[in-house]
């Protein structure tokens, strides 16, 4: 394994560490490979850090190159304005950077999926919805949409505001300001790719029609999507194993499920197991 990182994606802020598998190792796949952008939740004020490496190692363990994201959050921005765009020039600023080096990391650039947790979720899902819109581009260079993913995936994400909010998330990330463009479903539309999504039916902290009303989202806009509601499980089981908070084996499926789901959509070949 090779690591990689890069310790400041823009002048505000934002780091990157990759994890690339060896090409020139005889004895694993030598061919070109996905990568996986992972986005740890935390209400944009903390980053957890089951949502970090763990993560990315288990979909390592199947192939892919992962990077993991740490972006600003309210927590280590005192007395400053609203963080607003900082996250999404962070994680637009780490997919171009994956894309940019995508020949010295042996990775895809046509294969980059953002893969988030909660307020994660959020900036994942914004990364596939906001990428060119007209806020994001007048303080950021998209590169001419080199910072739009190729899929999301999305563990109980935050996506709405108003009545079914993260009502934390959304405050830390737009103050008082005026909260709209952070409603992801209205900004879904023919630019956004596919996604797969899942959350549980009983999620105490982020309600579940953040997921169904994005999905609905999706359905009205003709997106290729994968859901899973499971039944029970609160906020934040991550892997569904103890080493990411509890042990949860029906909810951990939605693991193998997603690897499955990125092998059909990007032809990666991967174990069936």
Known sequence: MKKVYIPQLTPHGGTLTGYLHDPDDIYIFRGIRPGILVIPGGGYQKLAGREKDPVAFEYFAEGFNTFVLEYSIQEYAPGLEPLGLKPLKEASAAIIAIRENAADW???????????????????????????????????????????????????????TGEFEHEGSIR???????????????????????????????????????????????????????????PHGRHGLTLGKMETNEDHPHLATWVGLSKMWLSELFEFPISRS
């Open 106 to 160: 042996n990775t895809n650039p046509n294969q980059i999926a953002a893969l988030g947790f909660s307020a994660g979720g959020h900036l994942a899902a914004s990364c596939a919805t906001l990428w060119d819109c007209e806020e994001l581009k007048k303080e950021f260079d998209t590169r001419g949409g080199m910072n739009r993913p190729d899929a999301a995936i999305l563990g109980y994400a935050v996506t709405l």
């Open 172 to 230: 830390n990330l737009a103050g008082d300001g005026d909260p709209s463009l952070y409603n992801l479903v209205e900004h879904i539309g023919s630019h956004t790719p596919p996604v797969f999504l899942w959350t549980t039916a009983t999620d105490e902290l982020v309600p579940p029609e953040n997921t169904l009303m994005f999905a609905r989202g999706l359905q009205a806009n003709h997106i290729p999507y994968e859901l899973h509601i499971y």
